[in-house]
């Protein structure tokens, strides 16, 4: 059903598609039905306890299921989309990416036994530069669909730029081994908990949260993204 209310915000407003540029229709959200179509879907969530995104963990942290929404690829329109949300100033594509994404992860067991979700923190300065955490986004919109509770501050993401630290910033590059910090172990305890990222490459950010998460008790980690840069 559209409603006499949307029709006219579509009549006032037109909204693009964020990876065409094409005038959407009233009944589509973000993507247009062709672009919809051409995404590169991973279908990780249904295998989620053995797809390449899983394997990328093994032998690393202990974990129970993955799921990512589509391949990233240089310069894909896909892939600017990504570039969109991190620095475009789009919080709303965000949640309307994980909205989409939950909706297709419904249709398989893919929530099942998940207690809460975490989503990857930033550290406060990148947060300040862009208004927002990109996969604070992402997480509301699986929220929205999953009706799962997002746990906050549990853990945060040291800021690199304090003096102690300006030794080896150099020689630091992508290393984020030690870059989170575990604050509130209390509020993960017992829980099985969905990470959730944008982008996953080398899952070295993924892995330094979960080793910190894992300090908590028994607490079982799954790994949400919208994109996975295979070959990595
Ligand atoms: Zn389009």
Not at 23 to 33: D, F, K, N, Q, Y
Not at 54 to 80: D, L, M, T
Request: aromatic share 6%.
């Amino acid at each position: 059903m559209i409603s006499i209310w949307s029709r006219l915000i579509d009549l006032i407003a037109p909204r693009a598609c964020v990876m065409c540029g094409k005038r959407l229709g009233i009944s589509e959200h973000v993507l247009c039905g062709a672009c919809n179509l051409t995404l590169p879907r991973t279908n990780y969530h249904q295998d989620a306890l053995e797809n390449e995104l899983a394997k990328v963990f093994w032998g690393r942290i202990p974990i129970e299921k993955a799921a990512a929404f589509f391949f990233y690829q240089a310069n894909s329109p896909s892939s600017n989309m990504i570039y969109s949300l991190k620095y475009g100033n789009q919080p709303e594509l965000g949640i309307e990416l994980g909205q989409i994404f939950a909706d297709e992860c419904q249709h398989s067991d893919f929530f099942e036994g998940i207690d809460a979700i975490v989503s990857v923190p930033l550290a406060r300065k990148r947060v300040l530069q862009r208004g927002y955490n990109q996969s604070d986004m992402i997480a509301q919109g699986v929220s929205l669909v999953t009706r799962l509770p997002i746990i906050k501050k549990a853990v945060k993401r040291n800021s690199f730029e304090g003096s102690q630290t300006q030794k080896v910033r150099s020689e630091r590059n992508e290393n984020v081994e030690h870059a989170f910090h575990l604050l509130r172990p209390d509020l993960l305890q017992g829980k099985h908990l969905l990470l959730i990222d944008d982008v996953i490459t080398t899952g070295a950010t993924i892995t330094a949260l979960a080793k910190e998460i894992l300090k908590a008790k028994d607490v079982k980690i799954s790994v949400l993204s919208l994109c996975h840069t295979k070959g990595k």
